[in-house]
C-alpha cells in the first residue's frame, strides 16, 4: 500500500519539498524498525500508534533527508 498526502495551505512546491512524506504498509513495523536501525539509518518517530486511532506507525529518514513512514498492516 502506498498512501500519498496532501499539504494542507501550499500553493507552489520547490524541487524536494514536493510532498509532506511517503507511507508504506509493512508486515510487522517493529521488526522493520529493528532492522532499519540495525542498518545504521535515522530513526524520526518511534513505531506506536497514531494520534487518532490504533494504526502503528513510524518514521524514517532516507539519505536525502526525507521522511518515509512504515505502517502496520490495517485490520
Not at 50 to 65: H, L, Q, R
Request: charged letters at 25%.
Amino acid at each position: 500500500m502506498l498512501e500519498l498526502t496532501y499539504n494542507w495551505g501550499v500553493d507552489h512546491y520547490d524541487l524536494g519539498n514536493g510532498f509532506g512524506h511517503i507511507a508504506i504498509e509493512v508486515d510487522d513495523v517493529y521488526q522493520a524498525v529493528e532492522e532499519i536501525r540495525a542498518r545504521g539509518s535515522k530513526i524520526i518517530r518511534e513505531a506506536g500508534p497514531m494520534n487518532a486511532g490504533t494504526a502503528i506507525i513510524v518514521f524514517v529518514e532516507d539519505p536525502d533527508g526525507y521522511q518515509i513512514g512504515l505502517l502496520g498492516p490495517r485490520g
